[in-house]
């Protein structure tokens, strides 16, 4: 089985961030790689803003947090980040034509040793593997938002993919903490998504219908499941940058009206805004103390 010891993370936004932390905090030595000095610039105040939910959530102590920040490093050159990689954990935007664009660059510079994956929420990893140069060596390693406190880690290989590598990463999840969750074939979102996307989508075109409120949506659902939040609560979680590229792709897909005008919604009033989810403090509701955390929401 391959030994993995350094990891790259390409893509420094809210998950890359947190997946190489992550992992630094674990042991690993690990390298953050995104296309300039700004995007850098803005992982480093994001993995900031995670310390004090590792300190509470986790109880870890500031000593252990500072010897996992010296572990990570930062590099606007893809050729440089890979150059010693064990494995490459791929976090960039969810566009199946810059993902592909990545992959034909990568494989030109990457150690022959180096393991692929991909953290897509939403594209299979067969159709990027022949962009990858080694399919056999490429699979899916999909995370979810503050992985700290949600740790599981999907894995979803092609039928191209070697089965000691599938095990590799199989172990390299329960080793940074993660709950190893190994699936037997190919699927459109994994487990996760698969059951969450059609809840935020529901969500997402009762708002864009004009059938209630945003407040009212998150409400009905809480009281009805005893759920802690609602799909525009999730929605903020898991970032309205990534829920755009998302959405805006099965719009287009599906030529779905409703789901294009909540799209466009979404880029217009919240994203140019900077209104971003949790991330930024603001997105449907307001950080950190959102009002359906408030004692009186659900009265």
Same mark, same amino acid.
């Given at each position: ?5 350094? #990891?790259t993370v390409a893509g420094s ?13 674990? +042991?690993?030595?690990?390298? #953050? ?16 803003? $995670? ?7 986790? *109880? ?10 010296q572990k990570l490093q930062f590099? #606007? ?13 791929e976090a960039i935007p969810e ?61 979803? +290989?092609?039928?191209?993919?070697? !089965? ?11 080793? #940074? ?16 998504? @698969? ?28 009281? /009805?499941? =005893?759920? !802690?939040?609602?799909?525009? +609560?999730?929605?903020?979680?898991? +970032?309205? %940058?990534?829920?755009?590229?998302? &959405? ?6 599906? /030529? ?13 009033? $919240? ?5 971003? =989810? ?12 959102? @009002? &359906? *955390?408030?004692? %009186?929401?659900?009265?």
């Amino acid at each position: 089985m391959t030994t993995i010891k350094k #990891i790259t993370v390409a893509g420094s936004g809210v998950l890359g961030s947190q997946i190489a932390f992550q992992s630094a905090l674990h +042991g690993y030595d690990v390298t #953050i790689y995104d296309i300039n000095g700004e995007a850098i610039e803005k992982s480093k105040k994001l993995i900031d803003t $995670f310390l004090p939910r590792y300190k509470s959530d986790l *109880q870890i102590s500031s000593e252990k947090l500072e010897e996992a920040y010296q572990k990570l490093q930062f590099s #606007i050159s893809l050729q440089e980040a890979v150059s010693e990689a064990d494995l490459l954990i791929e976090a960039i935007p969810e566009s199946i034509g810059i993902k592909k664009e990545f992959y034909r660059n990568l494989s030109k510079i990457a150690p022959a040793k180096t393991i692929f994956t991909t953290n897509t929420s939403t594209l299979l990893p067969s159709l990027l593997m022949d962009e990858t140069g080694r399919p056999e060596k490429f699979l899916a390693l999909h995370f979810a938002n503050e992985i700290w406190k949600h740790n599981t880690a999907e894995i979803m +290989g092609t039928e191209k993919t070697n !089965p000691e590598v599938f095990e590799t990463l199989v172990e390299f999840a329960k080793s #940074i903490g993660m709950i190893a969750l190994p699936l037997k074939k190919e699927q459109p979102g994994y487990i996760l998504n @698969t059951l969450l996307v059609p809840l935020l989508s529901s969500g997402i075109l009762l708002y864009a219908k004009g059938v209630a409120d945003i407040e009212t949506i998150d409400k009905t659902w809480m009281l /009805g499941t =005893g759920s !802690p939040i609602g799909p525009f +609560g999730i929605l903020d979680v898991v +970032g309205l %940058g990534t829920v755009y590229h998302i &959405f805006k792709t099965e719009a287009e897909r599906t /030529g779905n009206e409703e789901k294009m005008k909540f799209v466009n919604v979404l880029k217009n009033q $919240f994203i140019d805004a900077g209104k971003l =989810g949790v991330s930024s403090g603001e997105g449907f509701y307001k950080y950190p103390n959102p @009002t &359906f *955390q408030g004692k %009186g929401f659900l009265k």
